[in-house]
């Protein structure tokens, strides 16, 4: 599974959008790119995936490069109760391939 | 919509002694789980059950081994425990062991060694 990159923390003001940067350089064609997130004393919550389009739920926005090589999640406005851990995740999506690989995360502050 | 059980939430062990930690999936899941979680890090996957059998393993030693039931619930023992075992034990589950809708999370069993 490709590794990612992402800045240790963040900071956003309440109501603005929070954009979240990963690169994942050494990604394959075949690698999804998920988005977790972890509010404190609770387990991690499933955000958006995409493989190459940019893909859009209720939860967030998910831009990935033309080259795959980077993307960005985005909390279009985002609230107190966003305040997370975020983590940028690339692995395969085929079967019997179980396993998330966490990195550090990027801790997003939203401040009122 | 129950989401993801685990039980307990919190649990104080002597070192050496062994540990069993429970999980329900969410409704319709059929797959589980297990997470390692140390203070500050990120989740550290230990191990996958499909169908009743252990599907992927992550790196840790034989002292950690799970189980999975009938009807979907998972457990998760550990022997000869170490100070180091203490840390958050998440549960995820999905609908078949290929993530690509995504995994839903239990918010874990806090394990302390002492």
């Known amino acids: 599974d490709a590794k990612t990159t992402q800045p240790t923390s963040m900071d956003c003001a309440e109501g603005r959008a929070a954009n979240l940067p990963c690169n994942h350089s050494?990604?394959?064609?075949?690698?999804?790119v998920y988005w977790y997130r972890q509010i404190h004393s609770q387990g991690p919550q499933y955000i958006i995936h995409?493989?190459?389009n940019n893909e859009t739920n209720e939860m967030a926005s998910l831009i990935i490069t033309e080259d795959r090589k980077s993307s960005t999640l985005i909390l279009p406005h985002a609230t107190l109760r966003d305040t997370a851990v975020y983590y940028c995740?690339?692995?395969?999506?085929?079967?019997?391939?179980?396993?998330?690989?966490f990195g550090q995360g990027t801790t997003l502050q939203v401040k009122p | 919509d129950a989401g993801v059980t685990q039980s307990p939430t919190h649990l104080i062990k002597t070192r050496g002694q062994q540990v069993t930690l429970r999980c329900s999936p969410k409704?319709?899941?059929?797959?589980v789980s297990w997470y390692q979680q140390a203070l500050g890090q990120g989740p550290q996957f230990i191990f996958q059950?499909?169908?009743?059998?252990?599907?992927q393993r992550g790196n840790f030693p034989d002292r950690f081994s799970g189980h999975q039931f009938p009807n979907y619930s998972s457990e998760l023992n550990v022997n000869a425990l170490l100070l180091g075992d203490s840390a958050l034990y998440l549960c995820?589950?999905?609908?078949?062991?290929?993530?690509?809708?995504?995994?839903?999370f239990g918010s874990g069993t806090r394990l302390t060694v002492v």
């Open positions: 050494t990604i394959s064609g075949n690698e999804y």
């Open positions: 995740i690339v692995s395969h999506g085929s079967s019997n391939t179980g396993k998330l690989i």
């Open positions: 409704s319709g899941h059929d797959t």
């Open positions: 995820a589950s999905s609908l078949g062991p290929d993530r690509r809708w995504g995994y839903t």
């Open positions: 995409g493989l190459k």
């Open positions: 059950y499909y169908e009743e059998e252990e599907r």
